[in-house]
Each structure stands twice: as structure tokens, then as C-alpha cells.
């Protein structure tokens, strides 16, 4: 049952991160552990579906752990399976459809 239920998220996300979702909008993930946060982004600066850049925010502090301007699905992947580690290590993650997402940071 705990592999099915693993290979059901991992399909998941795959399908969230992997072009299903609408490119050129901001796909957050937000992982919690307690009372803490982190927030894994797929953002596309120019709005198209690259160049893009898969963000993440800790403390307060963000940086870009990896970009593409060639390679399409490459940020979304990337995405993907940095939250699955976080999940591994005990996080709670939760995909945020693009809205819910924008109005929490707003």
C-alpha cells in the first residue's frame, strides 16, 4: 500500500510539473515540517515556457537552484524531484494552484 500510495504522488507530480500545468504561470509547492516552511517555485520570467527557473525559499531567504533556456520540462522535473526528497526527509508538501499561491504571498 505505501508503494502505491508513493508511485500515485510521484505520477502526480511528474503530471503537475511536466507540461499539464499551464506554462508561463508560477507553480508553487509548499513544504512544511512543524512550524517551518519552504516554498519550491517553477517560474517563468519572460512567461513563456523558458526560459524558466525553479526557486526556493527558506528563512526568509531565496536563491535559484536551477534554470533553463533550452531544455522545456527541464525546471518542472527538477521541481519534482526536489520535492520528493523533501517528502523523504519528512516534509508535508503541497502543490498550490497558481491563485492560491500568489494571494499567500501577497
Keep these: 500500500m505505501k508503494t502505491l500510495c508513493f508511485l500515485t504522488m510521484s505520477c502526480c ?3 503537475l510539473f511536466s507540461g499539464v500545468v499551464i506554462a508561463g504561470q508560477t507553480h508553487t509547492t509548499h513544504c512544511q515540517l512543524g512550524d517551518t516552511v519552504r516554498v519550491i ?3 517563468y520570467p519572460e ?3 523558458l526560459p524558466c527557473e525553479v ?3 527558506r ?3 531565496q536563491s535559484v537552484l536551477w534554470q ?3 531544455e522545456a520540462g527541464y525546471c ?3 521541481a519534482a524531484d526536489f520535492v520528493e526528497k523533501q517528502r523523504g526527509w519528512g516534509w508535508q508538501c503541497t502543490f498550490m ?3 492560491a499561491a500568489r494571494s499567500e504571498t501577497d
Aim: net charge negative; no cysteine; aromatic share 4%.
Design 13 to 15: 507530480l511528474t503530471m
Design 41 to 43: 517555485q517553477v517560474v
Design 47 to 49: 512567461g513563456g515556457e
Design 55 to 57: 526557486r526556493y525559499q
Design 59 to 61: 528563512e526568509g531567504e
Design 68 to 70: 533553463a533556456r533550452n
Design 76 to 78: 518542472e522535473q527538477k
Design 97 to 99: 494552484p497558481d491563485d
